[in-house]
């Protein structure tokens, strides 16, 4: 799940900046918000078009970190930092618990740059497997790749030929790492061999505008951001669609969950998987590209 242990700095590093409007307890405004993470009693999620990661917690929210050009999209734990997925300058820069940038990461082992690396998830071993998108097109050929950055800050190439890589989650629990083809409208399932090795997938399931409700209406609706509770549930962020879907173990949409931002990009799961937390925008062409983080009740969670 996407969670971190909260380093010890992080509560200080909340004072940083000023950071978005909040709104109610459950629902703060946000510029086009990404890839939230649980860091102890916070929320840390990435502002892509603001360029810079928030900390929400019970006193407000603040800039955790920020970098002109970023555009991040995920963050997640590193070491005894974090790394932040910088989409818009195909970097990966790496962070101490205080927020301060301590390396970028642009070429994997042999040398190739990785395209809009777009999410990000903890193994729980030191390392990270993320995605490396490609061009946001129909039209563009299937680039989109799944790397692995290893805890001695390596990156390896693991999978490619992906029509844009979108959401990442490893499923801890069942050593299974869960991706989102988003152009394909395809969740692949890769079991892990070894930390930082993957075996072949398979499709979980095969999304289509038939099996999404409101797709027709925007053509690049597909799987975004996803997540696992303690079940082995998978929630899926419906990009475009305005909603999330539950899909069971075995592929079957078990429920849907409509979101008011029709551009749902990610969510993740808190209080022992009783709250979600939903990110996701608006329809905008122009800045602030105007969006929210939503605490919501988990249908399936624990009651």
């Known amino acids: 799940m996407k969670r971190a242990l909260a380093p010890a700095l992080l509560l200080a590093a909340l004072a940083i900046a000023p950071a978005p409007e909040a709104q109610a307890r459950d629902r703060l405004k946000a510029s086009y918000p990404e890839g939230p993470i649980v860091a ?53 820069h790496l962070l101490s618990a205080d927020s301060r940038r301590t390396q970028r990461l642009d070429r994997d082992t042999d040398g190739r740059e990785f395209l809009n690396p777009n999410d990000a998830s903890a193994d729980g071993q030191g390392g990270i497997y993320f995605s490396a998108a490609g061009m946001f097109s129909r039209m563009a050929p299937a680039e989109g790749a799944v790397l692995y950055l290893d805890p001695k800050g390596a990156v390896r190439r693991l999978a490619s030929g992906l029509h844009y890589a979108n959401g990442v989650h490893f499923d801890r629990a069942r050593r299974v790492l869960y991706v989102s083809e988003h152009l394909g409208g395809r969740i692949l399932a890769y079991p892990e061999t070894a930390p930082g090795r993957l075996g072949r997938p398979a499709v979980l399931i095969d999304l289509n505008k038939e099996t999404i409700k409101g797709a027709k209406d925007y053509a690049l609706t597909g799987p975004d951001g996803l997540e696992t509770d303690a079940d082995g549930n998978l929630y899926v962020a419906i990009y475009g669609a305005g909603a999330l879907l539950i ?30 937390i939903v990110t996701g925008s608006a329809f905008s062409r122009r800045k602030p590209f105007p969006g929210a983080v939503r605490k919501i009740a988990n249908p399936l969670g624990p009651q």
């Open 40 to 92: 102890g009693s916070a929320v840390l999620f990435a502002e892509m078009h603001a360029d810079r990661i928030v900390a929400w917690g019970e006193e407000g929210a603040t800039t955790f970190y920020k970098s002109a050009g970023c555009g991040p999209t995920a963050i997640a734990p590193y070491g005894d930092g974090y790394a932040v997925l910088c989409h818009l300058t195909d970097e990966i």
């Open 247 to 276: 899909v069971s173990p075995g592929g079957h949409i078990e429920r849907r969950i409509d979101i008011k931002e029709p551009l749902v990009t990610n969510i993740a799961l808190a209080d022992e998987d009783r709250t979600l």
